[in-house]
């Protein structure tokens, strides 16, 4: 059974300093995804990581995956107010079936 | 863009209540799912369909049921509403040979 695990789940951070997000996963899979979510708010597509070494940048975020670790990380540089929200990955399970299992979350909250 | 909409976002139920929950996409996409979303639990899956009348069950089926007679929506049904189903609603669709999922805004439930 496939089982994500985030960490940390709570981040609280300084603007303009810089940190990574860890999501563990436990089973082969080469498809693993990040989403925001903004309190109240849906989840909001973030990165689409589809192979080994992938890696993709957006801003101030930068996700990558390694796929024999079984781990990706969620880079933040220079942190900024407006990044506060939950993060979420979600792996993609094997055999085509298009599942998706959720790590828990990292509420990151980011301080002036 | 892809939208997915949910028919209510705030919805109160009382206890024993039949509950429709709706959800409809407008890409085409064939995989649609149905998703809770509680403090400290993360997402979890409840029903999922690849297709028109297609339905497979997630990690917490126990209390829905879910109807799809048409490609763009996908219902979910709580037949007897109970206190331990108020949460977060959230509705998604993904291409067929694609894992990243589009979600709605969320439906808050609470049964009373």
């Known amino acids: 059974e496939l089982k994500v695990e985030q960490n940390p789940l709570f981040l609280s951070m300084q603007e303009g300093k810089n940190y990574t997000i860890y999501c563990n996963y436990s089973t082969t899979s080469d498809r693993l995804y990040w989403y925001r979510q903004d309190p109240g708010k849906s989840l909001e597509s973030l990165f689409v990581l589809l192979s080994n070494g992938a890696v993709k940048q957006e801003g101030r975020l930068m996700a990558s995956l390694d796929t024999k670790a079984r781990l990706s990380t969620l880079h933040i540089t220079a942190a900024v107010h407006d990044l506060s929200a939950t993060y979420f990955c979600a792996v993609e399970t094997q055999g085509g079936s298009e599942k998706l299992v959720f790590g828990k979350g990292t509420k990151l909250t980011v301080n002036p | 863009d892809v939208k997915v909409t949910q028919s209510s976002r705030y919805l109160v139920k009382r206890t024993g209540e039949k509950v429709f929950l709706e959800c409809v996409q407008d890409?085409?996409?064939?995989?649609m799912f149905w998703y809770r979303q509680d403090p400290g639990l993360g997402l979890r899956l409840i029903y999922f369909?690849?297709?028109?009348?297609?339905?497979e069950k997630g990690d917490i089926p126990e209390g829905y049921s879910v109807s799809r007679e048409k490609k763009e929506r996908f219902s979910l049904i709580l037949e007897s509403a109970s206190t331990n189903q108020t949460s977060m609603y959230l509705c998604?669709?993904?291409?067929?040979?694609?894992?990243?999922?589009?979600f709605g805004p969320g439906t808050r439930l609470t049964v009373t």
């Open positions: 998604a669709s993904s291409k067929g040979d694609s894992g990243e999922q589009y």
């Open positions: 890409m085409d996409h064939e995989n």
């Open positions: 369909s690849y297709d028109v009348k297609m339905k």
